[in-house]
């Protein structure tokens, strides 16, 4: 049979969505999983349904996810089917089904729907696994030797920690001129293609490597849709097939490389054509190119295609065209791709042209470095091209590797560590979580379900107690502004079943403010979510004790709420408005909504001109003087989605999402606490705008109190100013304006009167000399000064040259030499020892030479060395 990547795409989900399954759109490549950095694989964001942490909405989902995984990117080119980018085909049971259905599902869509021979096909079973063995005995009928038993290979991870489980995958035989025969555990890799892995997800492995149950047994499936291709279009590569040959094409276009002309030629086409669909899915997904976490990652994909190009010799740049073609041959299947081109062209462009900029003198210093014939690299080589050229260290080993020359990591980390380490630390700080016992937060999301959260209509609200822990005593716990327990408090954490606290997320921080029992009182300094539908109160007790069972009441700080309630808007309006001025590449890269400010973290280039940023602050202001309604609704995503509402990075969302529009243009799904109307939130005032990485901009801004006191207290300053000036606020600049005219005046006075002293005083050392090579000492003059009266004694006439050294200041010599060219005497030469004497050194020219130093006692013996150097001259 013969299929396009378009047909397959709809047979799988057609096939699945028969069977039950709900069809959901992919997840983006960032994940909101901290455990991963990138989504590899299609049931990263289905994790919290595996364990337990959520309960899913759908029994059975079927997906078509784009992955991104580089544990093999050094292959990539190298072979016929590794790639970095790839889509997962997925069908996945939360509980509902398990091997008994899984099983035929895929034997059903093989050899029924895409027509595979039966005769062709082997599969492989974990070696524990003897009942998946049965059951494809029973569905298949295919002989037991062709039902391999295997070990580790077939018990899949997501990573060190996290859901796992035994696997069975299906392989296709490509026959004997690809390799031994004897099955996919010992035959040739290249004659067994793996085109199934069910994943029979079951157990969740803790950090010291003990596997747990999970509550449900789950089905994962993923299904390599360009492996697949390439059986189906009878092609031998993936990069052969028709999602990827159109993007290898336009390589060999830009590189004026003929395909299967040379392997060097086609093994770089490979990688262009990998790393350009990569690049296109990262840069969309809101990665940008940095030296950090995943920007690192996409930086060293887009520097690895365009050192290949280079080693072409290709001088123009090919990024931008090459994800053009990405575009084209995806676009169809990711209409997101074709919104974002414009974004991810310009991105890769400036990295393209950041790159060739040092790319030239960079390999000479590497080619350099490997001509010697050493086989080992010096570590400082390596730094020294990761920090002077661009190179990420990983490219440099890549390209040592190919010529058989090692790297000395230990030696680049070594040289790197200073530079590194606190960028690192700082980057890292406040990633854990204190999040108490796991086990027993999950027993009352069991129990009692998720807490109600009413705090969108309210600011205080009854509630009973559902648990309580004791935080330990050395425990730091504080609110956002700074407030601790006391000495002594007792510090605990109370779960309620329904609470007006908002927990923190999406960038605004928790709540504060106290629950009240019958026998006791807390002070609630922050608010945080332990479990997905768990909202945890953490605080000191004021009296009293708070139980269990108990009937509380929970009230917000309700002036410090509305705070925060303004700048959540206020920060929904500023993203509108950086988009409406910027343009929509503008995305969210982060945010802060605490009471006293706001803080805007968001995806550009440049930065803002004062032109752009009065822009942003008129339409932002505008829109609140217009006092338009915020309004607050729920919906499904998708139809939230084609609405035009924006995704707040970060967030997480599920069918159903939370809808805020302030006002007529700002559309976001948002579940913080917002004002009523626009005029709410008061003045917004830009604070400041300032780069915080690579492509990353940060704006901080205040509103409503905030901003008013903020110009009281410049109107105060203003009002002082005018006072000190004797004049109005109005013409404090014009004031300033001659203030700072009359004092250059009175400088340029000033100076004119130390120049004519200087002139007096070379005047007077010349006729107390009895040579025409004269040495004198002249302490408390600064070396500028002391050189101007040298150059006032040699410019008078009979002098040949004079040599002049003085105390400047403390711990502070100054000397100068300065000759008439033909006098015989050379400035330069004859300052040297003087220079020495006194601790220091100097330079200059024949005629003009000036030293310093910091010893001044020996003043009088560089006197007599300059005296002697004049002489001997």
Same mark, same amino acid.
């Not at 004897?182 to 157990?203: C, H, K, S, T």
């Not at 009878?234 to 490389?257: C, K, M, N, Y």
């Not at 008129?618 to 499904?636: F, G, H, K």
């Not at 000033?750 to 009895?770: F, P, Q, T």
């Given at each position: 049979m013969t299929m396009d990547a378009d047909g397959l795409r709809s047979a799988f989900t057609g096939f699945f969505v028969e069977r039950g399954h709900t069809p959901l759109p992919p997840a983006g490549l960032i994940p909101h999983d901290p455990s991963v950095l990138f989504t590899i694989a299609g049931m990263v964001q289905f994790k919290p349904y595996f364990t337990g942490e959520q309960v899913s909405p759908v029994p059975r989902a079927t997906t078509i996810q784009p992955v991104f995984?580089?544990? *093999?990117?050094?292959?990539?080119?190298?072979?016929?089917?590794?790639?970095?980018?790839?889509?997962?085909?997925? !069908?996945?049971?939360?509980?509902?089904?398990?091997?008994?259905?899984?099983?035929?599902?895929?034997?059903?869509?093989?050899?029924?729907?895409?027509?595979?021979?039966?005769?062709?096909?082997?599969?492989?079973?974990?070696?524990?696994?003897?009942?998946?063995?049965?059951?494809?005995?029973?569905?298949?009928?295919?002989?037991?030797?062709?039902?391999?038993?295997?070990?580790?290979?077939?018990?899949?991870?997501?990573?060190?920690?996290?859901?796992?489980?035994?696997?069975?995958?299906?392989?296709?035989?490509?026959?004997?001129? %690809?390799?031994?025969?004897?099955?996919?555990?010992?035959?040739?890799?290249?004659?067994?293609?793996?085109?199934?892995?069910?994943?029979?997800?079951?157990?969740?492995?803790?950090?010291? &490597?003990? /596997?747990?149950?999970?509550?449900?047994?789950?089905? *994962? =499936?993923?299904?390599? /849709?360009?492996?697949?291709?390439?059986?189906?279009?009878?092609?031998?590569?993936? %990069?052969?097939?028709?999602?990827?040959?159109?993007?290898?094409?336009?390589?060999?276009?830009?590189?004026?490389?003929?395909? &299967?002309?040379?392997?060097?030629?086609?093994?770089?086409?490979?990688?262009?054509?990998?790393?350009?669909?990569?690049?296109?899915?990262?840069?969309?997904?809101?990665?940008?190119?940095?030296?950090?976490?995943?920007?690192?990652?996409?930086?060293?994909? $887009?520097?690895?295609?365009?050192?290949?190009?280079?080693?072409?010799?290709?001088?123009?740049?090919?990024?931008?065209?090459l994800v053009g073609a990405a575009v084209a041959t995806l676009g169809n299947a990711y209409p997101k791709l074709v919104r974002d081109r414009s974004l991810v062209e310009t991105v890769v462009s400036h990295e393209e042209e950041a790159f060739r900029r040092t790319l030239r003198a960079g390999t000479s210093l590497l080619e350099e470095e490997l001509g010697r014939g050493g086989r080992l690299l010096p570590g400082d080589v390596a730094f020294r091209l990761h920090d002077t050229f661009g190179f990420p260290v990983d490219l440099t080993v890549e390209l040592a590797g190919e010529q058989g020359v090692e790297v000395d990591r230990a030696g680049f980390d070594e040289a790197m560590a200073v530079q590194r380490d606190r960028a690192r630390k700082a980057g890292k700080s406040g990633a854990a979580t204190d999040v108490g016992n796991l086990e027993a937060w999950r027993e009352v999301l069991e129990q009692f379900g998720p807490t109600r959260f009413l705090g969108y209509q309210a600011t205080t609200a009854e509630g009973r107690v559902l648990a309580v822990e004791r935080r330990p005593d050395d425990s730091d716990v504080r609110s956002a502004e700074g407030e601790a327990p006391p000495a002594g408090a007792l510090v605990l954490d109370v779960v309620l079943d329904a609470t007006p606290f908002y927990a923190e997320g999406g960038g605004q921080i928790g709540d504060t403010g106290t629950i009240e029992g019958p026998a006791g009182r807390l002070r609630v300094l922050d608010t945080t979510r332990v479990?997905?539908?768990?909202?945890?109160?953490? &605080?000191?007790?004021?009296?009293?004790?708070?139980?269990?069972?108990?009937?509380?009441?929970?009230?917000?700080?309700?002036?410090?709420?509305?705070?925060?309630?303004? !700048?959540?808007?206020?920060?929904?309006?500023?993203?509108?408005?950086?988009?409406?001025?910027?343009?929509?590449?503008?995305?969210?890269?982060?945010?802060?909504?605490?009471? *006293?400010?706001?803080?805007?973290?968001?995806?550009?280039?440049?930065? /803002?001109?004062?032109?752009?940023?009065?822009?942003?602050?008129?339409?932002?202001?505008?829109?609140?003087?217009?006092?338009?309604?915020?309004?607050?609704?729920?919906?499904?995503?998708?139809?939230?989605?084609?609405?035009?509402?924006?995704?707040?990075?970060?967030?997480?969302?599920?069918?159903?999402?939370?809808?805020?529009?302030?006002?007529?243009?700002?559309?976001?799904?948002?579940?913080? =606490?917002?004002?009523?109307? /626009?005029?709410?939130?008061?003045?917004?005032? $830009?604070?400041?705008?300032?780069?915080?990485?690579? !492509?990353?901009?940060?704006?901080?801004?205040?509103?409503?109190?905030?901003?008013?006191?903020?110009?009281?207290? !410049?109107?105060?300053?203003?009002?002082?100013?005018?006072?000190?000036?004797?004049?109005?606020?109005?013409?404090?600049?014009?004031? $300033?304006?001659?203030?700072?005219?009359?004092?250059?005046?009175?400088?340029?006075?000033?100076?004119?009167?130390?120049?004519?002293?200087?002139?007096?005083?070379?005047?007077?050392?010349?006729? *107390?000399?009895?040579?025409?090579? $004269?040495?004198?000492?002249?302490?408390?003059?600064?070396?500028?000064e002391l050189r101007e009266l040298a150059l006032a004694i040699r410019d008078l006439p009979g002098v040949e040259a004079v040599a002049l050294v003085g105390i400047a200041g403390p711990e502070r010599v100054a000397l100068v030499i300065a000759s008439e060219k033909g006098s015989g005497v050379d400035a330069r030469a004859a300052v040297g020892d003087a220079a020495r004497a006194v601790g220091g050194g100097g330079g200059g020219s024949p005629e003009l030479a000036t030293a310093g130093g910091r010893d001044v006692e020996a003043v009088d013996a560089a006197l007599d060395l300059l005296r002697t150097a004049l002489e001997a001259s």
């Open positions: 995984r580089t544990v *093999d990117i050094d292959l990539i080119g190298t072979d016929a089917r590794h790639a970095t980018l790839f889509e997962m085909l997925g !069908n996945f049971s939360f509980g509902d089904y398990f091997k008994e259905k899984a099983i035929p599902y895929a034997w059903e869509f093989v050899t029924e729907v895409l027509g595979f021979d039966p005769e062709r096909l082997w599969v492989t079973v974990h070696e524990s696994d003897q009942d998946a063995s049965g059951i494809w005995q029973e569905t298949s009928g295919l002989p037991a030797e062709r039902i391999q038993a295997m070990g580790e290979d077939n018990f899949w991870r997501m990573g060190p920690i996290g859901p796992c489980g035994p696997c069975s995958e299906i392989y296709f035989d490509k026959g004997e001129r %690809f390799g031994a025969g004897g099955g996919p555990a010992i035959g040739g890799e290249d004659r067994y293609v793996e085109i199934w892995n069910l994943v029979f997800m079951q157990y969740e492995q803790t950090a010291d &490597g003990t /596997l747990e149950d999970l509550p449900k047994k789950n089905i *994962d =499936t993923g299904a390599g /849709l360009e492996r697949i291709l390439t059986l189906l279009q009878g092609v031998d590569s993936v %990069f052969e097939t028709d999602v990827v040959v159109p993007i290898v094409e336009e390589a060999a276009r830009l590189t004026r490389q003929v395909p &299967g002309a040379s392997e060097r030629g086609d093994v770089a086409l490979r990688i262009l054509a990998d790393h350009a669909r990569a690049m296109t899915f990262l840069v969309s997904d809101g990665v940008f190119p940095s030296n950090e976490g995943r920007g690192y990652v996409l930086r060293r994909v $887009i520097r690895r295609a365009v050192l290949r190009a280079h080693q072409l010799a290709v001088a123009d740049l090919v990024t931008p065209h479990l997905d539908g768990i909202i945890r109160h953490t &605080g000191y007790l004021l009296e009293g004790t708070i139980e269990a069972g108990e009937e509380v009441g929970a009230a917000v700080d309700a002036s410090r709420r509305a705070a925060i309630r303004r !700048n959540h808007t206020g920060t929904h309006l500023l993203h509108w408005a950086l988009r409406s001025v910027l343009g929509e590449h503008v995305k969210q890269q982060g945010s802060l909504v605490a009471p *006293d400010r706001l803080r805007f973290d968001f995806s550009h280039f440049a930065p /803002l001109t004062a032109e752009e940023l009065a822009r942003v602050d008129e339409l932002v202001n505008s829109a609140i003087l217009s006092d338009e309604p915020v309004r607050v609704y729920e919906t499904s995503k998708s139809e939230a989605e084609r609405s035009g509402a924006v995704a707040f990075f970060g967030d997480k969302y599920g069918d159903v999402v939370r809808v805020v529009e302030a006002g007529s243009a700002s559309v976001e799904l948002c579940g913080g =606490t917002h004002v009523h109307a /626009l005029g709410m939130i008061g003045p917004l005032r $830009i604070v400041s705008e300032a780069s915080i990485g690579a !492509n990353t901009r940060r704006i901080e801004a205040t509103t409503g109190t905030t901003s008013l006191a903020a110009v009281r207290a !410049n109107e105060e300053v203003l009002a002082r100013a005018a006072e000190v000036l004797r004049t109005t606020p109005p013409e404090v600049p014009s004031a $300033i304006d001659r203030m700072v005219e009359h004092e250059r005046a009175l400088e340029d006075e000033l100076r004119e009167l130390r120049s004519a002293a200087l002139r007096d005083d070379a005047r007077r050392i010349v006729a *107390d000399a009895s040579t025409s090579r $004269i040495v004198a000492r002249r302490d408390s003059l600064d070396p500028a």
